[in-house]
Every structure is written in C-alpha cells, then in structure tokens.
C-alpha cells in the first residue's frame, strides 16, 4: 500500500507535515494488514482526511495550537496528527491513548494509530489520561501547556473508569448510543482532572473539548461546565453541546492545591447493581489516592 509522502495543501492557512516512511518494513506491513481486514480502521485513520479536518479544527477553534508557545497536549491522539500541527509551529508536544483494550475503540485501532504515530516520531503514552495523570505527570510539567484538546476522546477516556454505559464504541461505530453514567463520583473525577490540568496550564492556556454526542449530553455538559468553573475557568466557546472552550482564570478565588484534590484512581471494585440495564454504583470516593503534585 502506497503511504503518501508529500506535504498536503487545503487552502485553509495550514500545511500538514509530510508522511515519514517507516523506519521498517515489517511496520509498514503491520499497518497494511490492519487497513485491509478493518475497514472501520482504515476509513478512521485516512490521512488525507485527516490532515484537512485537523486543519480547519486547528483554525477554527483552537489556534492557541499554533499562535502560542509551550507544551500542547493532546488526549486520544490517535495517529498525531493533531501534535504535528503543534510541533511545525515550535511546540513541545505529548500525546495520551488509551491502552491496549481500553478506549471503546477497539484493538486494531490501538494499534494502527501507534504506528501511525510512532512513524511520525510523536511521543505518546498509551496508559489512558487517568494513569497518565497518576503515574507521568513529571512529563508535563507546572504552567507549561497553552493547550489541552479533547476532540472526540471526552466518552471514550472515561471507559476504563466505568463512567460510560454501552456496547464499546468499536461494536456500533454510533456514539449517541452511549451514555454517561451522571454521579457525584464523575463529577469529583471531573474535579481533579480540572484542577491537575489547570495546575500545568500557563497563562490564558485553554482546554478544548469537541464532542460526540451521547445520549445525556445535555446533562453532561451542564455538569461540566459547572466544574470546570468552580474549579477556575471560564466557558469561552459553548457553540453547541458539543463544543466547550475552558481559559485558566487568574483569579486568586479558584487557586486550589492539587494534592488538596482526590482522583477516582480506580473504580473497578465499584458494585454494579444490574449491569445488564446499565445500572452502576459509583459510590466508592477513591479517598485512598492522592493527585500528584
């Protein structure tokens, strides 16, 4: 299969990075096989597409990728191509993923977009944001970010947690099947992300979120947004349910200690009730675990 080398022009402000070629060729081999018996896959991870929406995505509604300087974190990256924007424009760039079996997204897809980006010499973690959080947050250090992007990644971290009700994303391809499972455990996680995220975020830094929509998206993101500006930011973009801009305030009314905050680090012990019915108890707090400093 033919992997594109050349830069790729849309008209829209923004040049993407050209396709590497693999550093070997059983890699590339790995990534043909994928495409071929994944079609879901192939079609997800098109880099011509990709490159165009990332574009117009980076232009429209997140700039600060570009336009400031820092560290740009981006949460279910994917291939990268997101971070490749970011590193042409002089940014240190991360990326987080899920693990193997995690994320609804399915394995194929897993793996497909760690070659994808590994080719393009993105360093990612693929540990979810949760562990991320907990266990490598070094790599990311205080007030350095001027972005964190979520652009369809919000449902799909909160998998491994048990905060989504439905069939894994990969068996239906169909969000709006999916619902979030609304409690006070969610919304303290929400909490601590919040408070870590803006613990790392510089001045006027943004968390950008674009989502998919689920079944209670409404619901959810009134939640959100209630946290998020409790814990210290403001809403700037609230085009849709499904676009929500955060920008760190600099009030001294929201400065918080992240080590003041609890993380649900692990809710799998958490009894379900009627799994069948989507009926889960996320009563445990995780008051055993600390958010790091």
């Given at each position: ?196 995220m803006r613990s790392r975020l510089c001045e006027d830094g943004v ?38 801009k955060y920008r760190k305030t600099q009030s001294a009314d929201h ?39």
């Amino acid at each position: 299969m033919d992997h594109p080398q050349e830069d790729m022009h849309f008209g829209v402000g923004a040049t993407a990075p050209a396709a590497r070629k693999f550093t070997t060729s059983a890699a590339s081999k790995e990534l043909d096989a994928i495409f071929m018996r994944n079609p879901f896959v192939k079609r997800k991870l098109n880099r011509e597409r990709r490159a165009r929406d990332k574009a117009q995505y980076v232009m429209q509604y997140v700039p600060e990728a570009t336009t400031m300087q820092g560290t740009v974190v981006d949460v279910g990256c994917a291939d990268g191509l997101f971070l490749e924007y970011a590193r042409a424009a002089g940014n240190a760039v991360v990326g987080i993923d899920a693990s193997t079996g995690e994320g609804g997204m399915g394995d194929d897809y897993l793996a497909a977009a760690a070659l994808l980006s590994d080719r393009q010499g993105i360093t990612v973690f693929r540990t979810g944001f949760n562990e991320f959080v907990h266990a490598m947050c070094a790599d990311v250090r205080e007030e350095s970010c001027v972005v964190f992007n979520f652009q369809g990644s919000w449902a799909m971290l909160h998998w491994e947690l048990g905060y989504i009700i439905g069939e894994p994303h990969d068996q239906h391809q169909d969000t709006k099947q999916l619902a979030f499972a609304m409690c006070e455990g969610l919304t303290r996680q929400w909490g601590a992300w919040f408070t870590w995220m803006r613990s790392r975020l510089c001045e006027d830094g943004v968390i950008m979120m674009l989502f998919n929509e689920t079944q209670n998206q409404r619901e959810m993101v009134d939640a959100l947004d209630q946290v998020a500006i409790e814990v210290g930011f403001t809403v700037e973009r609230a085009d849709s349910t499904l676009v929500r801009k955060y920008r760190k305030t600099q009030s001294a009314d929201h400065e918080q200690e992240p080590s003041d905050v609890q993380l649900e680090h692990d809710v799998s012990d958490a009894a379900c009730d009627d799994e069948a019915t989507g009926k889960v108890d996320h009563s445990a707090d995780g008051s055993d675990v600390q958010l790091p400093d």
